[in-house]
């Protein structure tokens, strides 16, 4: 992968997640528990890697271990800005929101673009949006 790809502590939940991100935007879910990388730090079946790859939007993340801190989000945003068709954001942006709380909707904005903003089930803040297409001329 040639950018930056977050990597995400969830405090637990990690297959669950994952497994939800998967389902928002397709791709692939690999996962690896403590017990196959011989990790001593938690239950046995926590995930201590995972990945989601394949499909638009790529993401790393495990269970923390006890002596860690899960994620906690403040000033951050995931941005899809045009990284779809407008239906397909809308798509994500309501999926993203099935749980979630909506901080702004995603509808047309005065400045000419249609962008909006949800914090998911799990916390992770996103920032869905599209410029309109130019009239025909």
Same mark, same amino acid.
């Given at each position: +992968? /040639? ?8 405090? #637990? ?5 994952? #497994?939800?991100?998967? =389902?928002?935007?397709? #791709? ?7 017990? $196959?990388?011989?990790? @001593? ?5 926590? *995930? ?5 790859? !394949?499909?638009?939007?790529? +993401?790393?993340? !495990?269970?923390?271990?006890?002596? $860690? /801190?899960? *994620?906690? +989000? ?10 779809? $068709?407008? =239906? ?5 942006? @309501?999926?993203?929101?099935? %749980? %979630? ?5 995603? $509808?047309?904005?005065?400045? #000419?673009? !249609?962008? %909006?903003?949800? *914090? ?18």
């Amino acid at each position: +992968m /040639a950018a930056p790809v977050p990597y995400v502590s969830f405090p #637990g939940n990690a297959r669950e997640a994952l #497994g939800f991100y998967a =389902e928002v935007f397709g #791709g692939e879910v690999e996962l690896h528990t403590n017990a $196959e990388f011989s990790n @001593d730090d938690g239950p046995a079946d926590a *995930i201590a890697h995972g990945v989601l790859t !394949s499909g638009p939007v790529a +993401m790393y993340g !495990s269970d923390t271990a006890p002596t $860690e /801190a899960p *994620i906690a +989000m403040t000033g951050l945003l995931f941005a899809l800005l045009g990284a779809a $068709e407008p =239906e397909v954001l809308h798509r994500w942006f @309501d999926r993203l929101s099935d %749980g %979630g709380v909506v901080v702004d909707p995603l $509808e047309s904005k005065p400045w #000419g673009a !249609s962008d %909006g903003q949800v *914090i998911d089930r799990y916390g992770l803040a996103w920032l869905v949006g599209y410029e309109r297409a130019a009239p025909d001329e």
